[in-house]
């Protein structure tokens, strides 16, 4: 059984950055698409970002276009939000969601509202003064 495993997040000043991980437990990842997701108190769930299978593409929300970036590490088992230039608005507990895809997929056949088979418990990120 696949498990998702978050870390990276906390406390940051608006401006700062924060690298996500989302690590997968003795799983190697290339045949999943990843999605980033995050859910603010009293809003919805959103989908941040995606990066499909094999690493072939990746996709961002448009509010976080420019100031965040998915990548997967060389050892295929963790793949990383990396955030830049945060904003308050960007707080919110983050979850990392996997999509089995055995075969190479683009990240947008799925992303944000396809059946991800897995997902993390989450990590806080809270941009305040």
């Known amino acids: 059984q696949l498990q998702l495993v978050e870390s990276g997040g906390g406390l940051v000043q608006p401006g700062g950055s924060l690298r996500l991980s989302c690590a997968a437990s003795?799983?190697?990842?290339?045949?999943?698409?990843i999605g980033w997701f995050r859910q603010a108190p009293g809003k919805e769930r959103e989908g941040v970002s995606c990066?499909?299978?094999?690493?072939?593409?990746?996709k961002y929300v448009d509010s976080v276009k420019d100031r965040f970036t998915i990548s997967r590490s060389k050892t295929k088992d963790t793949v990383f939000l990396q955030m830049d230039s945060l904003e308050p608005e960007d707080s919110a507990v983050y979850y990392c969601?996997?999509?089995?895809?055995?075969?190479?997929?683009?990240?947008?056949?799925?992303?944000?509202?396809?059946?991800?088979?897995?997902w993390g418990q989450g990590t806080q990120v809270t941009v305040s003064e």
């Open positions: 003795g799983i190697i990842l290339d045949n999943y698409v």
């Open positions: 969601a996997a999509a089995w895809k055995p075969h190479p997929t683009i990240c947008t056949e799925v992303f944000p509202h396809g059946t991800w088979n897995h």
């Open positions: 990066i499909s299978s094999l690493g072939i593409n990746a």
